[in-house]
């Protein structure tokens, strides 16, 4: 039975785009909740700015709070050396840097040509050497809705640049939520080939429906480690209709279906997914909060007896 580590991301990728700040004492309540589910990981939050991201100007306050869980690492986002020198003084368990394979994204999304990123990046990765390990996220790795599908080629000599400075894993996402699952298949042999040392994670979208179907398309190739976001939260500004990432909970419960072992408790994780719309004040995209697993079953409606009896 293969093995999966998930990996949280709603405290950061999916709060960061919600219009009301959600308060520290809730974040903090979550993460700490979730800590008890069984994750690889929990990305906490992010050190960048605040007048940049509003909802995550209380990253020092949420990470010196959090009671941490041991096997649980706690990721943070970092995007420059001011930012991994506040993560630095967090201590948090890895820092996750980000840049995309598309020119075009990475210049709406960050605001600078990736050759800027991807040195602004090597500074941080140099900082931190020896003292925290590194994750690169690369981001619209299957396609860009500026520019179209991102070549295969591309993602790869870009994971090569990162691979020589020495990170200790890439994550393959795609942000834009352009996948389908071949074209997932065929990139995650050619990665597992040409990096087998490397911690690969991926990361989906479900902007177009295929989020889960992408799962299982990498999970099937070997893949093993996966991003999703608790409820369906967040979602890429640059991609029109995005409806957000994976559902954590819906992703597990299908892994779980097919066979694979998680690790992750869903009767524990279940019920904090369904204070999501609470805490956010909406409705949220994931299905099985709402519907209940598939082994979850119900009474039989009292009118059956009658049928039956008829029948007998």
């Not at 959600?22 to 939050?45: F, H, R």
């Not at 009671?67 to 706690?74: D, F, I, K, L």
């Not at 840049?99 to 602004?120: C, I, V």
């Not at 979208?205 to 099937?220: E, F, P, Q």
Request: glycine share 8%; with cysteine; aromatic share 6%.
């Amino acid at each position: 039975m293969q093995r999966i580590f998930f990996n949280e991301v709603v405290t950061r990728d999916g709060f960061q785009i919600e219009p009301e700040f959600v308060p520290t004492d809730t974040k903090v309540e979550l993460v700490n909740a979730l800590s008890l589910c069984g994750y690889a990981k929990i990305e906490v939050t992010s050190f960048t700015s605040a007048k940049s991201i509003p909802m995550l100007r209380d990253a020092e306050e949420v990470m010196g709070r959090i009671q941490r869980v041991p096997g649980v690492e706690y990721t943070v986002l970092v995007p420059n050396v001011r930012g991994a020198e506040r993560a630095m003084e967090s201590k948090a368990d890895e820092f996750n840097l980000v840049m995309s394979t598309s020119e075009t994204h990475n210049l709406a999304n960050l605001r600078m040509p990736r050759e800027t990123s991807f040195a602004a990046l090597k500074d941080v990765v140099a900082m931190a050497a020896g003292a925290v390990p590194i994750n690169v996220s690369l981001s619209a790795c299957f396609g860009c809705p500026m520019e179209g599908v991102v070549p295969q080629e591309e993602v790869i000599a870009w994971a090569d640049r990162f691979a020589a400075l020495g990170v200790r894993g890439l994550t393959i996402c795609d942000t834009t939520g352009m996948a389908y699952p071949s074209q997932v298949s065929r990139l995650c042999e050619a990665l597992q080939t040409r990096f087998p040392g490397l911690q690969l994670t991926l990361h989906f979208h479900n902007t177009r429906g295929m989020g889960l179907a992408n799962v299982l398309a990498a999970a099937r190739q070997g893949i093993d480690r996966f991003d999703g976001s608790l409820g369906g939260l967040g979602g890429c500004p640059y991609a029109p209709g995005a409806s957000g990432n994976i559902c954590s909970e819906d992703a597990i419960h299908m892994l779980e279906a097919e066979g694979y072992q998680t690790g992750i408790d869903l009767t524990a994780l279940l019920p904090i997914a369904r204070q999501l719309p609470e805490i956010v004040g909406h409705e949220v995209p994931g299905q099985v909060a709402k519907a209940g697993r598939i082994l979850d079953l119900h009474p039989e409606p009292s009118f059956l007896s009658d049928v039956r009896s008829k029948f007998a």
